[in-house]
């Protein structure tokens, strides 16, 4: 078998199965290659930004790897924004990024960049160097994603087709760290020392099992708790334990530990603003408070976190969230009212995509008491994020409904994940918050504290001019869009999205809080 | 002022007077102080890779840098593919990059990242320390760019916000070298030896002066001549003298160049093959033959072609290219008719941006003789350029009609460039060649003998299922939009497109050729 063979089956073989590509000639070994492993799917998208960022979905809800193909430094360059958001979420992912053969590289083709400096922006990085070494190499790629990273092998397309491949045996996979029993003992100490304290929960403890153990502790302690501002992955609704996030403005935050002097991080980062402001602080813990750390985002959280409560509390049960929705709103849309009609019909285990940004500031209460279901969000600020990651979720979980809730501006980064999800009939209810216009940055003009927003400045924040058509767009890539301006108009088109297998899209004209 | 007012301030007076953008937060200060320097003409783009493609096109018509506008590392990285162009293009670009304030970057916040390395692999970088130092840095870049680079400026949050900006004079912008008589005079001894001799003409070389001169040497020695695979832009049509370009694939290069004994370099690289193919030779100089550097790519080429034209052809006028025009076709749309479309049709003084790849083979053909155009092409091959590159040569020559031949596949990078050519009121006519597959790499695929082709192969070449509806598309950006299957309805819609001011797309219903 020659390179790409190898490489394909000792990926599966690691229990890679699905490959989001979009190839070029460097790949084509690579894609010839697919026919011969059964058990690797290949998914098509149009650009790059889509593929990473379904990877991105996909590791998030499957908790294992797939693989990305991608067309030398352009191609990875597209991808980039997105696979930012993965290392930000400690997602696992292997690219395999095409480079010219080897001995074509020193001809300085059009297409040759520095791939390795742009890999490494984002995470591991390998450069297999032929074809005896690729399929050990990709194990080894396998494995450092695994380890919760971004992993790039850059494949030259000599060391793809040359034959004499063959495959390599997986890498057992990096198992996480259980902290000290004597950590354990010295955050007990902090919990019970009747200072006011909050436990921050990251990473694995935004999961159900973290959120059981963290709730009795806070029960036993009285301690507050706040989950990191923007989870992975976050596990809420009906009879999960509730649990506030951290806000995502420096304000909301100051606001959240007000007199605070302990916080206990459970695989979050100690808190610091989004951006710097002129005059305000960067580090948002409050002034005189410890940060003490249980533990770091790749431990084992969940273990931490009960063998505290076995200590704090035995015998208690964690208080799980009831069953409680929205009435239906009715009228003119709002950014107030849009999130209950989320509220009253989310379906049963479904899967939020969350990029609705100043349109969803609502959304967590609306949806606090609804069936149960996980929230994915955009944990590195690289907008454009939604679509691509409500892709990769849908495959990851074809049983589940996906309900991808996508601010306008930021659609337009990665709109043609639309495409794919006609492709594949994921079924995936995308709904548009279309304010026409960067809402956020009008807020953050103001909080800046910039002196002028004459008419050009504020141009650059408006995206009528024309207006934005998500129907027609969605229409063009073989999705079916509906438009909704009032509460009622969006209940009905949610519900039939819903309940109509494949994907659809609706248009609500949300407008603008600012 | 603060920075962000001198930089501007400076970038204007160093002759940089248009910002294609896609601000956040850490750019708002830059953004409002664009109404404080009324000759900064701000341009909204929805994508970076649309902002940066249209700097690489505005720069091209303009000879002249653009400055953009990005938001830290995943902005810049979503502009890197279409930089890779500019970069092999030569096109001087002056990236402004936003970052985190410089006692931010400390904290990790969830947008941090190496912006440096991404930007040092397409060119210039440099990280504007402070305030006092920033109008400098500006002046600096813009000298760097206009030097025939990316160059990326590095602004941080604080250095932009703070007061005591002083605008910074222009840095006296370099100067292209002419080369030395004995240069000049060993590459006559070449053209004048009697041996089969190629001249290779590259950057500033397809240029119309340039073009007149080497059309002078080669009627005096006999000697052929060549425009590179992918010029940044040739000058062409009915006046002009007219050259033929090398060819994509390798095969065509070993044919244009048989029994060639000396290549001599005029602005161009030495061929080599775009990609490498199994058992195929990467370096196309036929086997020995002698290769002279007549000029380097950012040398002053036209005077170097001058200068070996008034020695060898003192008395010889160029013969300039007949004003000769296809008759409109009839019939189904092919891969052979509709070029003749273009040809017959082509406007005055029109600017092409070709992107149409494979459906674009027989274009040169088509209107070699149509009235004098100038035709920009992709240098990087890196795709998606075609879009965002018509939005920066309208902009540069808005009394210039702009025909943009569009690859279906192509187009899906970066399709939003329609709504900046809507806001902007753009005068570009856009023909999507729509044969629904990437057909370049159906024929990549049999190129670098990839033994199968099973299903899972192809459908990764293959943009059916779903169709895309390239008239939605251009509707939901407000760009009016028709589709042609017929020559005859080709015709009909590229005369009134126009004829009619501002955007207008038509979607051309070409099969592919493969």
């Known amino acids: 078998m020659n390179g790409a063979q190898a490489l394909i089956r000792t990926l599966v073989d690691a229990g890679v199965n699905v490959c989001f590509g979009n190839p070029g000639t460097s790949e084509m070994h690579f894609v010839a290659a697919l026919d011969s492993v059964p058990e690797m799917r290949g998914i098509l998208a149009l650009f790059e930004g889509v593929v990473t960022g379904a990877a991105d979905g996909y590791a998030r809800m499957a908790d294992k790897p797939a693989a990305t193909l991608l067309h030398l430094g352009p191609g990875l360059g597209n991808g980039l924004a997105n696979l930012h958001n993965a290392r930000r979420a400690r997602t696992p992912i292997v690219n395999v990024v095409g480079d010219h053969a080897t001995y074509h590289k020193q001809f300085d083709a059009p297409l040759e960049s520095d791939i ?204 799980l969230q009831e069953a409680r929705r929205p009435g239906l709103p009715s009228g003119d849309l709002t950014p107030q009212n849009w999130v209950d009609v989320i509220g009253a019909l989310l379906p049963e285990n479904a899967i939020i995509v969350d990029e609705a940004n100043t349109s969803g500031l609502l959304l967590p209460m609306a949806t606090a008491g609804a069936p149960k279901h996980d929230v994915l969000t955009l944990t590195g600020g690289a907008i454009g994020y939604g679509l691509p990651t409500a892709v990769g979720a849908a495959v990851a979980c074809p049983d589940r409904p996906v309900i991808c809730l996508q601010a306008d501006g930021s659609a337009m980064y990665t709109s043609s994940a639309l495409w794919t999800m006609a492709r594949e009939g994921l079924n995936v209810t995308t709904v548009v918050l279309s304010n026409r216009s960067y809402a956020i940055l009008k807020l953050e003009l103001q909080r800046v504290g910039a002196e002028s927003t004459g008419p050009k400045a504020l141009d650059l924040l408006d995206l009528s001019r024309p207006d934005l058509d998500f129907v027609a767009l969605a229409t063009s890539m073989g999705v079916s869009g509906t438009r909704a301006s009032t509460a009622e108009e969006l209940a009905d088109q949610f519900r039939a999205a819903v309940e109509q297998p494949g994907p659809s899209l609706i248009e609500a004209m949300v407008p603008t809080l600012f």
């Open 116 to 319: 390795e400096a742009l890999a490494r922006t984002v995470g591991w990085v390998k450069t297999s160097t032929s074809t005896a070494a690729l399929a050990a190499d990709a194990a080894e790629a396998v494995a450092a994603a695994q380890a919760g990273q971004v992993a790039t092998l850059i494949l030259p397309a000599d060391v793809s087709w040359t034959e004499g491949g063959e495959p390599a045996a997986a890498v057992a996979p990096p198992v996480a760290r259980q902290v000290d029993e004597s950590v354990v003992r010295s955050i007990v100490d902090v919990l019970q020392s009747g200072e006011s304290t909050v436990v921050l929960l990251g990473a694995h403890g935004t999961r159900e099992r973290a959120l059981r153990a963290a709730n009795r502790i806070a029960q036993a302690t009285g301690v507050k708790l706040f989950a990191e501002t923007f989870p992975a992955r976050i596990e809420r609704g009906a009879g999960v334990p509730a649990v506030e996030r951290l806000g995502y403005l420096a304000e909301q935050v100051t606001y959240q530990l007000t007199d605070v002097r302990n916080i206990v991080l459970a695989g979050a980062k100690s808190p610091v603003s989004f951006f710097a402001y002129p005059g305000k602080a960067s580090d948002l813990v409050p002034d005189g408070a410890k940060v003490h750390v249980l533990a770091e985002p790749l431990d084992d959280v969940a273990f931490a976190l009960e063998a505290v409560a076995d200590l704090v509390a035995p015998d208690i049960e964690p208080v």
